[in-house]
């Protein structure tokens, strides 16, 4: 059983990863009108050289496709500006009707005079030149030639402002070549997406079930059987390649969907059951497709391997539950409901764009729902959570219902002997932890402050820049690229360990005000080391289990694993009084410990 499920999941995934070569592209003037508003620009589009052998012929592979739109969008833009932008002759005219009587007199009157409202490619320019070079009115210019040079400096930002309104704004060209890669797509894969659904997710998921049920019939119990020894689980060239995909496939999610346009055709079938048949798949939803699929399988074999505990087996049913439930399902039902998409387990600050203006007016127009959604948001951060790591620790949250923590638990569980244990690596920890959670406070202060002040920027910053940098920094490269792609390089816990500013603020909370803690009784230590070899976050549990001190740390997200793996039923998780929750002398074991004892009874 375990070789056929092994051979479903790896021709599965062989298939999954040949898609990303294969595919048949060609465009078309649907696809065009779904970037495109405006007829103006579809004909203009369609004027291009690069148009005709696009639209003529059908392209092989999504890489040629869309180095091939690269071409087109610029052929596009260059007609754009041919039929719409501003010219030397305009230039020209405009610092004529400016300095009439050799001073510069620079305002609406004579850019009226120089571009005529009657007609629309006059009320265009009109517009555009009236709104970005508005500023200039009231600057004093000492001579014509030195309004002549500023005007001029500023007609590539005026034929910018056009291009974004009439053809392929820069600052979006990657949303195009996705949106226009994915319209264009036909043939095989395009018209079968169910029947590839099949062969690759569906199957792949049978195969990895099939692979890990043959766990039921050894002992319960952990074995340590081969984990510094097996390729894929001591960053051998197993677990290497595995790294380089995981980190490959989250480079290609976050800054180049349209290279993986095949994969998110496959979940178009799904996407429409779910919110209604005029949905559209995106890399997102493929994305929290495959990470319940993932979480379902590595969820079984979790809780085979760990099925002697059943303190493990609540932990991972919680967590698939609330990811498949609240993180997947639910938001896609309340988008087919016409309510905004929420997920309603995600709190600030892991939601770090809760607060984005976006965000609050989406919240804010949906009515009573919306309004109850930013209360339930705003009381889950700031009650939800001193009430729950005062009773439970910041396991209910970590352990219980996170989905992050969930993917870390499940399919990162093979990894979590390979966290750093040493003392260098915890005060790195500390510091980066609290950094990122220092810059979330900041970001979002400054995020508030622009959102009621009506101000784009707090001395010189655009809160807009500040928001973009924490959201490519942390947002990406450190939650999905690090966080996940790491896995097989540093363990599994290694955004949660080093970057979650939900997990900095639940351990803050959980060090200084909480009940629990795990205990310890060193009498029965035999420091075999199963504790600290398996702890994801990096604690060394058995210097506290040889001393019988109690573990009360912020970075602990109580998982209870060391307790599950310890052969001597050494460690326990407890709920308890918060007096004497800290022990700052504990017992100390061997020769020293015995020596001071019988000096303290002479």
């Known amino acids: 059983m375990k070789n056929l499920g092994l051979g479903l999941f790896l021709a599965s995934f062989a298939l999954f990863i040949g898609l990303f070569f ?29 148009y005709q052998v696009l639209s003529e012929n059908e392209i092989i592979t999504p890489s040629s496709f869309v180095s091939k739109l690269s071409v ?74 030195k309004f002549e040079k500023a005007i001029n400096k500023k007609v590539p930002t005026l034929n910018g402002s056009i291009i974004k309104s009439k053809g392929f704004n820069e600052d979006k060209m990657d949303g195009y070549k996705y949106s226009l890669t994915k319209a264009s797509s036909i043939g095989l894969i395009a018209n079968n997406k169910w029947l590839f659904f099949f062969l690759t997710f569906i199957l792949g998921g049978i195969g990895g079930i099939l692979y890990v049920l043959p766990g039921l019939k050894k002992y319960p119990g952990i074995k340590n059987d081969g984990i510094y020894h097996n390729k894929a689980t001591n960053v051998g060239w197993i677990g290497v390649l595995t790294g380089v995909f995981l980190i490959g496939f989250y480079c290609l999610l976050y800054w180049f969907p349209q290279y993986i346009t095949n994969w998110i055709l496959l979940v178009d079938p799904l996407k429409k059951s779910l919110v209604g048949s005029d949905a559209e798949a995106s890399q997102w939803f493929l994305y929290g497709f495959l990470y319940c699929l993932a979480m379902t399988v590595m969820g079984v074999r979790m809780m085979i391997k760990y099925r002697h505990n059943k303190y ?45 203006s976006w965000n609050l007016k989406n919240h804010l127009e949906a009515g009573s729902l919306g309004i109850f959604m930013l209360v339930w948001g705003i009381a889950l951060f700031a009650i939800g ?43 790195i920890e500390r510091w980066l932890i609290h950094g990122v959670l ?66 900095a603020y639940l351990g803050l909370v959980q060090r200084f005000k909480s009940k629990f803690r795990i205990t310890t009784n060193g009498g029965q230590c035999i420091s075999c080391g199963n504790c600290s070899t398996y702890c994801e976050m990096g604690i060394d549990v058995r210097s506290y289990a040889q001393k019988g001190q109690n573990i009360v740390r912020s970075s602990c997200v109580g998982c209870g694993v060391c307790s599950a793996v310890c052969p001597r039923g050494v460690l326990k998780l407890e709920n308890g009084p918060t007096k004497d929750r800290v022990d700052d002398n504990p017992i100390i074991l061997g020769n020293d410990g015995m020596l001071k004892i019988h000096d303290d009874v002479a």
């Open 385 to 427: 959570v001193p009430v729950f790591v005062y009773f439970f620790g910041k396991r209910w949250y970590c352990s219980w219902v996170c989905g992050c923590g969930g993917l870390a638990e499940t399919l990162g569980d093979p990894y979590r002997q390979l966290s750093d244990k040493s003392l260098r690596a915890w005060k």
């Open 22 to 50: 294969l595919g048949k592209f060609q465009l078309s003037e649907v696809a065009l009108k779904e970037v495109f508003s405006n007829e103006e620009s579809i004909v203009l589009a369609k004027k291009t050289e690069s």
């Open 438 to 503: 220092v810059f979330a406070v900041i970001m979002t202060g400054a995020t508030l402050y622009s959102y009621f002040s009506g101000a784009y920027s707090i001395v010189g910053i655009k809160t807009a820049s500040i928001q973009k940098t924490y959201g490519f920094m942390i947002g990406s490269v450190f939650s999905g690229v690090v966080g996940t792609g790491f896995y097989p390089l540093m363990g599994n816990r290694v955004w949660c360990r080093f970057g979650c500013p939900l997990a």
């Open 312 to 356: 493990q087996i609540f932990r991972t049913c919680s967590v698939l539950f609330f990811q498949i439930g609240f993180a997947f399902l639910i938001p896609e039902i309340l988008v087919r409901l016409n309510q905004p998409y929420f997920d309603f387990k995600n709190m600030w600050p892991l939601d770090y764009d809760f607060f984005f």
């Open 72 to 145: 087109f969008m610029e052929e596009t833009n260059e007609k754009v500006i041919e039929n719409y932008g501003f010219t030397d002759k305009d230039i020209n005219r405009l610092v004529k009707n400016s300095t009439p009587d050799g001073k510069v007199s620079f305002n609406q009157e004579a850019i009226d005079q120089t571009f005529d409202k009657s007609t629309e490619l006059g009320k265009l320019k009109n517009e555009k030149i009236s709104k970005n070079l508005n500023w200039m009115f009231k600057k004093d210019y000492k001579s014509v030639d």
